[in-house]
């Protein structure tokens, strides 16, 4: 909601009710420019001046307009010819795309006030739709407020039968996963934590609903970014899944993350980084191994 100031009119802190106050309108041009003649009603938001006239009241802003998340089931959008050419150069597939319910939506970018199309990544839980995280094509993101925070794919994961689970930092890399044949692929919901963030217990609490996942998996395999912030996040998942159940994914060289893999070589290529996923390194253990020109 605007507020009192965006008009130029001046009300005292703590204020309630109805007060009196100079008006921005006529005020400055009065010989009695501090006879208090604009009348504002702080309950109902409006304002009256008794001398010149001036009405108005505060005007509610668009993004303040949103609901609280209450959708119990998802709301199926368009798939636009847009997006799915836009998922196609990434090398993801229509039929993932409708697989994992992805369809498009509007986000309100704060930067710009105003409400944009975007793509919508809904987060299905026990088969409904409890959040839904959104992108714009200049990869600005937002998720809706009130919604769950959990894994991406929750249901993909949750099953009994799923004894190792793939962890990205992102859904796309989830959903080039899931093309390459990897169902029991996943993701943060929040990204990774910032280089220098210091506060961030928060932005892992999407965990606590999967504890019953971790307890059950023999492998929990990380495939996030190849990157400092990528690095601080694999770290920080080890720190609380357990460091013996985890295991790391390297990327090829000029390879970031699980699309850039999709993209510059193939599905199979991607299959086998998960595949060969290596244990994390467990600080004080050692690995003994053979160079190949000591032919012993």
């Not at 420019?33 to 008794?50: E, F, R, S």
């Not at 995280?133 to 200049?138: E, L, R, V």
């Amino acid at each position: 909601m605007s507020t009192y100031a965006d008009y130029g009119i001046d009300v005292p802190a703590g204020s309630s009710g109805e007060i009196r106050t100079t008006c921005p309108e006529c005020s400055s041009d009065r010989k009695k420019h501090y006879d208090k003649c604009l009348a504002v009603n702080l309950d109902k938001g409006t304002w009256h001046c008794h001398h010149c006239g001036y009405s108005g009241g505060l005007e509610k802003r668009d993004h303040e307009e949103a609901p609280i998340f209450t959708e119990v089931n998802h709301v199926h959008c368009d798939l636009t010819d847009e997006m799915i050419k836009y998922f196609s150069k990434r090398g993801i597939s229509k039929e993932i795309l409708i697989a994992n319910g992805v369809c498009t939506g509007r986000m309100f970018d704060h930067s710009l006030k105003k409400w944009r199309q975007a793509i919508k990544f809904p987060y299905f839980k026990d088969g409904i739709c409890v959040n839904a995280k959104y992108k714009t094509p200049d990869k600005k993101f937002s998720q809706e407020k009130g919604g769950e925070s959990c894994l991406y794919r929750f249901d993909a994961i949750s099953g009994n039968e799923v004894p190792e689970i793939v962890i990205c930092e992102g859904e796309i890399d989830a959903l080039a996963c899931h093309e390459a044949g990897v169902i029991n692929a996943t993701s943060v919901p929040n990204g990774a934590p910032a280089p220098n963030a210091k506060n961030y217990e928060k932005e892992f609490s999407y965990l606590q609903s999967a504890e019953a996942i971790f307890d059950r998996c023999t492998r929990v395999i990380l495939a996030v970014d190849n990157d400092v912030p990528g690095k601080k996040l694999e770290a920080e998942l080890v720190r609380r899944i357990g460091v013996e159940k985890c295991y790391r994914v390297q990327w090829p060289i000029g390879c970031k993350d699980a699309n850039d893999v999709l993209v510059k070589y193939d599905k199979s290529k991607l299959n086998e980084c998960i595949n060969k996923a290596q244990p994390y390194p467990i600080n004080g253990i050692y690995f003994a191994f053979q160079h190949p020109s000591l032919n012993l």
